[in-house]
């Protein structure tokens, strides 16, 4: 359930770069911090181990400034339609143009929209963009082996899994294991 003490930085509408029946993707803007910052804080048991969001506003200033000014990433917003709410977010990181087309996505749902669905529905909208608007021919998904949400969600997306690499990132103050999930769509045009 939203928490009525944080409200929206937007309402629904305007700025959506693709809808689904319960949520829409947008861009980070800077204007977003505070909503972003109490979820992140509200969610940290939920996160934890697995993922560390920023829950300041200057870690959120320098986190959005990346994802905003550097064309190597592409950052998404996803709100419950109707409300604006966040509901988490999916970032495509390490974006390779060229013949490689390809980028590694990174998500988390915050706690109030967990379990909901919310995040496979904007999964559906990040790929479709990725595959569509940014041309990209691969996603990769990075995920801990425990991590069985993420997993799910992967699996869920239509994602396979390819492999396995140890010692793959370093997250929580050590290297650790990942499984490897992608998936690719053929393009229509030649690689450029």
Not at 144 to 156: E, M
Request: charged residues 20%; glycine residues 12%; contains cysteine.
């Amino acid at each position: 359930m939203p928490d009525p003490t944080i409200a929206p930085a937007r309402a629904d509408g305007p700025g959506y770069l693709a809808t689904g029946p319960r949520v829409g993707i947008r861009p980070f803007t800077r204007a977003d911090g505070a909503e972003f910052t109490a979820r992140a804080r509200q969610s940290q048991e939920l996160h934890r181990p697995w993922l560390f969001p920023p829950k300041t506003p200057e870690a959120y200033a320098a986190y959005a400034d990346t994802l905003i000014g550097d064309p190597a990433k592409a950052g998404f917003l996803v709100c419950e339609r109707g409300s604006g709410a966040i509901a988490g977010f999916i970032n495509i990181n390490n974006i390779v143009e060229g013949g490689f087309r390809s980028g590694a996505l990174g998500y988390g749902a915050f706690a109030h929209a967990a379990g909901r669905g919310l995040m496979r529905e904007a999964l559906g909208l990040v790929v479709a963009y990725a595959f569509g608007e940014l041309r990209l021919h691969r996603l990769e998904i990075n995920v801990q082996p425990g991590n069985a949400a993420s997993i799910a969600l992967a699996r869920s997306a239509g994602f396979r899994l390819e492999g396995f690499s140890p010692d793959f990132l370093f997250v929580d103050g050590a290297w650790r294991d990942h499984q490897r999930w992608a998936l690719t769509v053929e393009m229509t045009s030649p690689p450029q």
